[in-house]
C-alpha cells in the first residue's frame, strides 16, 4: 500500500515538472502555474501519507520504526524535503518560476529507488546498531539539510544555463544566485546538526564519536565545501559563476557521501 502512495507522489511530481516548465514557456500562464502548484502540493500530500501508512504498516509488521532507516525509505523522505521547501521557497518569494528546475529532483529522488531494481521496499527489521531515537534526529537533520543542497544545485544549473546561452524563460541571474545562497543558508545549520546528532549516536551504538569511517569522512567534505562557499560570499564577496560552480561540487559531495559510500566503499555505515 504504502508502495503504490509513493510511486502515486512520484507521477504527480513528474507532471507538476511538466506543468512549471510548460507554465514558464507559456509566459507564467497563471492557470498553467496553479496546475503545477495543485499537482506539487497534491503529490507531497501523498507522499506525506505514504509515510504515515508505512509507520504504521511497521507496527504492524512487529517493527515499530520511523521509515528513515534504509536507501528507498531516505531517498522518498529526500523527495519529501525537497518539495516541502520547495512550496515554502514558493510560498514565501511569491513565484512559481522555480519550479521547472527544483520539482524534477523531487521526482528522480523518488523514481531512482522505485525503478531500481537492486533496491528493495520492503519493509525489513531495523539491525541492532539503528535501533535508537538518534536515527530519526541524524536522518531527518541530514536530509532536510541535502533538499536545501539539492535547491541550490537546481537553481545554480540555472543560473550557469542562463549565463551560457539565451535561456529567456528562466528567472534573473541574480535572483537564482540569491535563492542558491538562501537554500545554502538553509541546509547548512541542518547538515551541521546532523553531523552531531550522528557523532553522538556513533558513540552510543560503537563506543566513539568519530572513527573516519568513510560516510563520516565524506559527510566532514560535504560540510567543508559548503562552509567554504559561505565563507566565500560573506568574506571574500564571491557572487555568481564561481558560487555556482561550488555549489555545484558541494552537491555532488553529497551525492557521493550517499550513493557512493554506499555502492563503492564499504564501512560502518555499509547498511545505510
Not at 560552480?245 to 559510500?261: C, I, K, N, Q
Request: hydrophobic content about 55%; some cysteine; proline content about 4%.
Amino acid at each position: 500500500m504504502n508502495v503504490n502512495l509513493f510511486n502515486t507522489a512520484m507521477v504527480l511530481y513528474l507532471l507538476a515538472s511538466v506543468l512549471y516548465a510548460v507554465h514558464l514557456g507559456a509566459h507564467r500562464s497563471r492557470p498553467l502555474g496553479l496546475a503545477a502548484t495543485a499537482s506539487c502540493l497534491g503529490g507531497f500530500l501523498v507522499n506525506t501519507a505514504a509515510f504515515g501508512v508505512r509507520w504504521l504498516e511497521s507496527f504492524k509488521a512487529g517493527y515499530g520504526y520511523v521509515p528513515l532507516s534504509n536507501m528507498y525509505e531516505s531517498m522518498v523522505f529526500f523527495a519529501w524535503g525537497i518539495i516541502l521547501l520547495h512550496l515554502l521557497f514558493e510560498w514565501r518569494l511569491g513565484t512559481r518560476a522555480l519550479g521547472a528546475l527544483i520539482t524534477p529532483l523531487g521526482f528522480l529522488s523518488i523514481a531512482a529507488v522505485s525503478l531500481n531494481p537492486r533496491i528493495s521496499s520492503e519493509l525489513q527489521p531495523l539491525v541492532p546498531a539503528l535501533q535508537s531515537n538518534w536515527l530519526t534526529a541524524h536522518v531527518v537533520t541530514c536530509f532536510i539539510g541535502y533538499a536545501a543542497f539539492a535547491i541550490a544545485f537546481a537553481t545554480s544549473v540555472g543560473f550557469l544555463a542562463k549565463r551560457g546561452g539565451p535561456q529567456g524563460v528562466l528567472p534573473a541571474g541574480k535572483f537564482l544566485d540569491d535563492v542558491s545562497y538562501r537554500a545554502i543558508a538553509v541546509g547548512f545549520p541542518f547538515l551541521t546538526l546532523g553531523i552531531l546528532t550522528g557523532a553522538i549516536w556513533a558513540n552510543y551504538a560503537w563506543g566513539t564519536y568519530w572513527s573516519w569511517d568513510p560516510k563520516e569522512t565524506w559527510s566532514l567534505i560535504t560540510w567543508l565545501v559548503y562552509a567554504a562557499y559561505l565563507h566565500a560570499r560573506f568574506t571574500a564577496g564571491w557572487k555568481g559563476p564561481r558560487l555556482a560552480w561550488l555549489s555545484a561540487v558541494g552537491f555532488a559531495a553529497v551525492l557521493f557521501t550517499y550513493w557512493g559510500v554506499n555502492f563503492v566503499l564499504s564501512g560502518l555505515h555499509s547498511y545505510g
